[in-house]
């Protein structure tokens, strides 16, 4: 079992700016490093859908969902085992639970979709008002 944490969460106004982090244990019971584990932040707003917003793998490429290109960053560090979701200029439609989800990276390259992940944190909550 992967246990992954998510802080930094909170209310903001529109126009600011949180970092999330997720902090990753217990992935070593697998058997690899932080490195061989690819990284996503997710999101579900209430009544909706949860939708992806920034992947990265282990090598640091990443993919940025298109509704956050440009207010969004994602970034880890593999030497303390964590990722992080930068955002800028929120908006009060950013207000959501934000998750991390993790799973182990089997070919080259980001994993975009929910099914994709095997492992998810609690969720931190963003609430961005107007």
């Known amino acids: 079992q992967v246990r992954l944490v998510e802080s930094g969460g909170g209310s903001v106004q529109a126009g600011g700016s949180l970092r999330l982090t997720c902090a990753a244990s217990e992935y070593g019971v697998h058997g690899y490093t932080f490195k061989r584990w690819c990284m996503g932040w997710f999101r579900q707003a209430p009544g909706e859908e949860r939708e992806g917003v920034a992947f990265i793998d282990g090598e640091e490429s990443r993919t940025i969902s298109d509704f956050a290109k440009g207010r969004v960053t994602i970034s880890r560090n593999n030497d303390e085992d964590t990722v992080f979701l930068q955002m800028d200029s929120l908006e009060p439609e950013d207000t959501a639970m934000y998750y991390c989800?993790?799973?182990?990276?089997?070919?080259?390259?980001?994993?975009?979709?929910?099914?994709?992940?095997?492992?998810w944190g609690q969720g931190t909550q963003v609430t961005v008002s107007s």
């Open positions: 989800a993790a799973r182990l990276c089997v070919y080259g390259g980001v994993y975009r979709l929910e099914f994709d992940y095997h492992y």
